[in-house]
Every structure is written in structure tokens, then in C-alpha cells.
């Protein structure tokens, strides 16, 4: 295998394997299925990555420690042998293998040789120099800066006052007023929120098979837009839904299918 630049990482504290660590982290999938073994998680970040466990459900590594069992067993019973001392020892060697977010690295962004205590950016001090995105756009993030708590602490809020700028979210094919996921662009009722077109967006989930197919998919969903545009916009956005409703979709499907309640 051609190594292409390859080099040695060490202390990832992995062997990239599954494993079966007992039935404590076993899951349930949703067709049925159950998974029991998993892949060794590289330590190497572990001390900064809580909650742990494949599926989060331990607030100290002490505990996801004792959780395991299965191919684990023999080296969890050796960690609870230990005295209490040395299990805080290897508890707190695990708390030390940390990785730092990029954007929280002190880092000289501005060529000029040296790393800044009292970064500005936008006319604000944003502290020490670091490798942060936000500071690099063509429209700088600006943050509130100093302020003053209740009990008359000062500190510096980093909560950003030019969002929209700084994010491009006035962009003309971006812009979207009533927050709505439909661009100003595309809406023909911009401040108004769910609307697309001059028809209010459907407000329910489907979960029935509207066009007796044997599936409940996209089609379905296209029937249930079919009959729901079919109506006059401003009457509908004033009807409940549900009742003749559901029962006009279903004279449209055929009658072949069972529909749910649309509430």
C-alpha cells in the first residue's frame, strides 16, 4: 500500500478494532437488528470528549469504566482491584489526554510575528490571538466585548453582534426574513412564516401509504401536496386539519388506504 506521505502518530491509545464489550453497551437498532460489538475509540482526546460511551449515557469516565464487560471483563476487574488511590491516578492520566479545538489555539493569524494577549478584531479586544475562523471573514465577527454581570463582575461576552453580516445571511439568494427555510428570493410571502408560493407549507408528517403502493415514501407525501395545493390558499391556512380534509385525500387515493388523523 502506497504510504503517500504517511508518518507515525503516537498516543492514540487505539487498536481500530470491534469489540464486544459486554451487554451494557449493546443497542437496539430500529429494523430489529442488535449490535454488540464496537470499535476501539482512539483515548487520545478522551479527557475533553464527555459525556462517554458510544452512546453518551456516562458522565465520568470512573463509570464507563465499570460499565464494561463482555472481552473487557478481565480488565475492568483489574481496575477495580486497584486501591482507591491508583484508580484516581488512572482516572486522572485519562483526563490529561486531551485535544484542543482549533479554534482556541493561540496562533500568530496575522503575520506578524508575534501572538497578541489583546487580539482585536472589529475594534473589539477578543483576547489572545488564536486560530479562530471568525476573525479570518471578509466581514469580521464583532463581539459585545466588556460588560458588566449583575453581581458587578466585568468579563468580555463573545456574543456576536453582526451575525447576518459577518455570516452573509442578507445575501440576496440567502435572505430569509421570517426565518421560515424558504429564502426571501423564492417566497412570495416573505415575512409571513410557512409559505412558499402563496400556499401555506403542509403542517403535518405523513405516515400513512396514501396512493396503496405498499409503502409509505416521497409519493405519498406528493399525493398529500397534490390535495392540499388543490384547495384555495387563504381558506386553508384557516381550516383545521384533519376531518373532510383527510377524508377528500382519501376519496383521491382510491380509497385503498387507511388514513391517519391529520392533528
Request: glycine share 12%.
Amino acid at each position: 500500500t502506497p504510504r503517500r506521505g504517511g508518518f507515525l502518530v503516537k498516543n492514540i491509545f487505539t487498536d481500530f478494532k470491534h469489540h464486544d464489550v459486554g451487554v451494557e453497551f449493546y443497542q437496539n437498532q430500529f429494523d430489529g437488528s442488535l449490535i454488540t460489538d464496537w470499535r476501539t475509540a482512539p483515548l487520545w482526546g478522551v479527557g475533553s470528549s464527555g459525556p462517554w460511551g458510544h452512546d453518551g449515557a456516562d458522565f465520568s469516565i470512573w463509570e464507563n469504566i465499570v460499565r464494561h464487560g463482555g472481552e473487557a471483563q478481565d480488565s475492568v476487574d483489574q481496575f477495580k482491584a486497584l486501591s482507591n488511590e491508583d484508580q484516581e491516578a488512572v482516572v486522572a492520566f485519562l483526563h490529561s489526554l486531551v485535544l484542543y479545538q482549533v479554534e482556541v489555539l493561540p496562533c500568530d493569524i496575522d503575520g506578524d510575528g508575534t501572538i497578541s494577549e489583546n487580539f482585536m478584531v472589529g475594534g473589539k479586544n477578543v483576547g489572545t490571538e488564536r486560530l479562530n475562523a471568525e476573525h479570518l471573514f471578509n466581514t469580521p465577527v464583532i463581539i459585545e466585548g466588556e460588560v458588566t454581570a449583575p453581581d458587578g463582575t466585568t468579563l468580555v461576552s463573545h456574543a456576536v453582534l453582526n451575525i447576518d453580516e459577518a455570516y452573509g445571511q442578507n445575501l440576496e439568494w440567502i435572505a430569509d426574513s421570517d426565518n421560515d427555510g424558504w429564502p426571501d428570493k423564492i417566497d412570495e410571502r416573505p415575512n409571513e412564516t410557512g409559505y412558499l408560493d402563496g400556499v401555506h407549507n403542509i403542517p403535518v408528517t405523513i405516515n400513512s401509504d396514501l396512493n396503496g403502493d405498499g409503502a409509505i415514501d416521497g409519493q405519498d407525501l406528493l399525493l398529500f401536496q397534490g390535495a392540499w395545493m388543490a384547495d384555495d390558499a387563504e381558506a386553508k391556512s384557516k381550516m383545521p386539519v384533519g376531518g373532510g380534509f383527510a377524508q377528500k385525500m382519501q376519496r383521491e387515493a382510491g380509497g385503498l388506504t387507511k388514513i391517519d388523523r391529520l392533528e
